[in-house]
């Protein structure tokens, strides 16, 4: 089987195997330490001459890039954690994200920005945000977060060698020793729904659609995939039918599909790990409530608490999501 790291280590190699546009660059990628969490490592050894290690300076990173990618090159940056993202801000939002419009679409920007996100590690405050939310509405940029039932390393290439925007490209920590999950494994069963195919959207569910019908769904993106899946399989012993949509393409999601995909069933829960306020769960619920109207279901939100995440593992779960949250909004919601 293969995992989420493995998946990402093997399509960059690919990326630098076939195509000499395509430069990595960040900070302490090259072997032997081959990046913080490995995703780079073995790169430098094979292309030392297009992996390449950088300064501490996130906005000179991205600057960069965004000259290279300007210049015809396809750059992958990797940031070393997400919540060093917010250094990065001005040259993501106020530079590589306009041009393309500035220069009346005679200039494209094709920029990767890796980088993982979010908590379950008690890195404390500062090394364990989810803050892809701040980057969520920004004209022109584009954040993806695939999820273990996605192949990310798939996703990776088609952002790195079609998509002529930018595109910041969220790894969640605790995905990286997932084995990623690809096809039916019984009592589950996948799907991609339709839309956008680069940038798939899975449904999943635990039951068999022509002896049950679902008596709820849950909408969630990224890291939250491992949670849920438990929470699936807990559900299925209790004869809860649950149907799961993980869209990759989170600034983006195709909410007819989703909205499709939810309109006959009574109860939604979206569950996100950021911080929930003016987060992406309440962009989802309101855009549910625009498409359904009368008909749109029950939606009820998840989040972490708007309060720092703490470096004490018995601490950090009281303040992110946790399985046990989720199982008892489920009862809540059903009784």
Known sequence: MTTYLQSLNLALSKLLEQNDRVFIIGEDIVDPYGGAFKVTKGLSVRFPD????TPISEAAIVGMATGMAMRGLRPVVEIMFGDFITL?????????AKFHAM????VEVPLVIRTPMGGGRGYGPTHSQSLEKIFLGIPGLKVVAPSH???PGVILKNAVLNDGHPVLFIEHKGLYPKELVLQDHPPFSLSIAA????YPTVIVKNFDYKQHKPDLAIITYGGMSPVVEDIMKTMYQEEVWVVSIFPSLISEPPMEVIAEAV???GNVIIVEEGA????WSAEIAASLDYCLGS????????MSKPTVIPAAKHLEKTVLPSIEQIENTIWEVLS
């Open 295 to 302: 008909k749109c279901p029950r939606l009820t939100r998840i």
């Open 50 to 53: 297009r992996v390449l290690p």
């Open 88 to 96: 990065a801000a001005d040259q993501m939002i106020n530079h590589a």
């Open 103 to 106: 220069y009346s679409g005679k």
């Open 149 to 151: 039932y996605h192949d």
């Open 276 to 279: 929930g306020r003016f987060g």
């Open 263 to 265: 309109e006959a069933i």
């Open 195 to 198: 839309g956008d195919f680069e």
